[in-house]
């Protein structure tokens, strides 16, 4: 009767009956939303996914991963990063799990072995040097890997993230590695897509970040290369939002690249075919989203990444309906500099339907970012979108859009909502001086003429308002430098820039702090909140209760001091506090699926975050 019953516990768990005790290893899941079945590793059951016992269920409620059963050896659990602690293994673990005579005799906590990269990281001359040393934590110790940047995000954001990971992935082809972290799609596999979706290791995918890599900040097309920023977006995921690795899966849609110089590389490791646009490109897309979808659900969290703004914007349009998805570039970027401005509120005076702003680029991002504006006014007071919009002008590289200009009739149709009745302002200054804007916000792609901040345009946003809001957001020449801001404004500026920069002295000895503005702030705790209500849609409510949450969590220490943005030091608690403004909104708007609704939506983003500390193996 024993044997029978142990038979049938063995079939249940998925683990064969023929497997010896010692090839049997318990391994205590992580916390986290997450759900995750672990997939047993080559040499074991490949493909094979297996359930959580009845026994081990959690009774209190959180949602933290039960016992699996997984066949492994030492040696695998070494060279697994999901698993591996490197010489944290207690010397009790390396008896049960074969791992004796592996290691040296040493046993370091995971806090030493912290320090221990974090001194690696910093011997480093580049940040790619930085980037390359970081990713090859990554695929050796996930839990490492995730604690070092979640201790230390403000030092490390700029290596993770931009500006160094558009230089790691104009460099993929060379520094491609054999066990790439992304899943790659191309026109080849149309048909197959959802067999495709099926060989990811992790069936339990909560969220999605897809490119095409068609538009890379200043580095336009670089096609599958683009995959790097992607992957550096789940682990920010992870380590700012707390969201399980495990459930993110980075997505590369490669439709070629109209790159030449990738073309010509013999490194290139994409499709060699000039990009495909139109209808191939649509159907492609189609029937990716659409296995998405039958595969994960319709609460699957869909980010799209670095893509035109055409295609984009016409993915959001009909699949908006069909699960939550949105464009980081376009609707996170908005949500960032919206808290930035709201924030500085308490400063500048008035609200935010009293303040004239001005945009300054060429692509449709500006135009985005207005739009969010113009319709956080509009939820704010009893304003339409369009009065709305007659306070936010744009200038792009021909000057303030206008009726009256001459190329009015052929502008591009994302500006035609800015384009107001005034006199021409054919550049900049011009612009300034006859709107006397109290915000300025720079979206370039690169901060040069016509859109560069000179000190004539900084003195004369100083002449039309005590505490002039200037954001210089270039992703690569910044319009201006903090130090300008603030010497041509006499240090009133509340100054934000798109990388962080270091405080600066005024001349009177004060100083001061220039935020970074970033969306950061923005998109982890989106997707957490998404994820904490099982919502089916994002709308443009929820992003700006995200940036309003933001905002409201900047300090009056801090707000005196300069910064418009609280410190990264607290990304978490940010990230919780989104999560819950973005699961409100949600629960408001009936399109949770998570019931009952959590008494406390914050503690409830707290409690299902996933955190890195190694776990206790028996």
């Not at 293994?89 to 074969?98: G, I, V």
């Not at 490669?254 to 110089?261: M, P, S």
């Not at 500048?348 to 004239?356: A, C, E, S």
């Not at 007659?390 to 800015?418: A, M």
Request: proline share 6%; charged share 20%.
């Amino acid at each position: 009767m024993l044997s029978f019953l142990r038979l049938k516990h063995r079939l249940i768990s998925g683990v064969p009956a023929a497997c010896s005790i010692k090839d049997k290893l318990l391994l205590r899941g992580c916390d986290g939303i997450s759900g995750e079945r672990v997939a047993a590793p080559s040499g074991g059951l490949s493909g094979r996914f297996f359930g959580s016992l009845p026994e081990d269920e959690d009774k209190s409620g959180r949602p933290t991963t039960p016992w699996v059963r997984q066949v492994i050896s030492g040696v695998d659990l070494m060279r697994h990063p999901k698993y591996n602690k490197g010489l944290a293994f207690s010397d009790a673990e390396r008896d049960r799990l074969y791992l004796r005579g592996l290691l040296p005799p040493a046993v370091l906590s995971q806090e030493v072995q912290v320090e221990r990269i974090l001194l690696n990281i910093r011997s480093k001359e580049g940040p790619l040097d930085k980037s390359t040393y970081l990713q090859g934590l990554q695929e050796r110790n996930e839990r490492l890997y995730h604690r070092v940047l979640v201790e230390n995000i403000e030092e490390l954001l700029p290596v993770v993230y931009t500006p160094t990971v558009r230089l790691a992935c104009q460099k993929y082809g060379l520094m491609f590695k054999s066990l790439p972290r992304g899943l790659f799609i191309t026109l080849e596999d149309r048909g197959r897509v959802f067999r495709i979706l099926k060989n990811w290791p992790e069936r339990n995918v909560k969220l999605l970040v897809v490119s095409d890599g068609e538009r890379v900040g200043d580095l336009g097309d670089l096609g599958v290369q683009a995959v790097g920023v992607p992957i550096s977006k789940i682990s920010l995921y992870t380590a700012c939002g707390g969201i399980s690795p495990s459930i993110a899966m980075p997505v590369m849609v490669d439709v070629g690249t109209d790159n030449e110089e990738l073309l010509r590389s013999p490194f290139y490791v994409g499709v060699r075919q000039h990009r495909v646009r139109g209808d191939a490109y649509y159907e492609l897309m189609d029937e990716f989203l659409t296995a998405v979808k039958r595969r994960f659900g319709n609460t699957v969290l869909v980010q799209f990444e670095d893509m035109a703004y055409d295609n984009a914007s016409k993915l959001l349009n009909m699949y908006r309906t069909e699960f939550p998805c949105f464009n980081d570039d376009m609707s996170g970027t908005a949500a960032a500099v919206l808290a930035g401005v709201m924030a500085a509120l308490p400063k500048t005076g008035g609200r935010l339907q009293d303040h004239r702003i001005l945009f300054a680029g060429e692509g449709a991002v500006v135009a985005c970012v207005a739009e969010l504006f113009a319709t956080a006014v509009a939820t704010q007071t009893s304003q339409t979108v369009l009065d709305a919009r007659k306070r936010l002008w744009l200038v792009d590289s021909q000057g303030l859009v206008t009726r009256e200009r001459g190329d009015s009739s052929t502008l591009e149709s994302f500006k035609l909502p800015y384009c107001h009745s005034a006199p021409e302002c054919p550049d900049l200054l011009s612009a300034v001086k006859s709107l006397k804007p109290t915000v300025l916000i720079g979206l370039s792609t690169a901060g040069a003429p016509p859109f560069r901040f000179t000190p004539e345009v900084l003195q004369a946003m100083a002449g039309a308002s005590q505490h002039p809001v200037i954001f210089p957001l270039s992703a690569s020449v910044p319009e201006c430098t903090a130090q300008e801001a603030y010497t041509h404004t006499d240090g009133r500026a509340l100054v934000a820039t798109e990388q962080r920069v270091d405080p600066v002295t005024l001349p009177n000895g004060k100083l001061v702090y220039p935020s970074q503005c970033t969306s950061t702030y923005i998109f982890p705790g989106v997707g957490l909140g998404a994820l904490v209500s099982g919502c089916t849609k994002l709308r443009d409510e929820q992003f700006i209760a995200a940036a309003d949450a933001v905002s409201r969590l900047v300090s009056d220490e801090e707000l005196a001091h300069g910064s418009v943005f609280p410190s990264l030091r607290k990304i978490r608690d940010i990230s919780a506090s989104v999560a819950k403004a973005v699961a409100q909104k949600a629960y408001e708007g009936g399109f949770a699926t998570a019931l009952p609704k959590p008494h406390n939506l914050y503690e409830a983003a707290r409690q299902s975050m996933y955190h890195p500390q190694y776990r206790r193996y028996r």
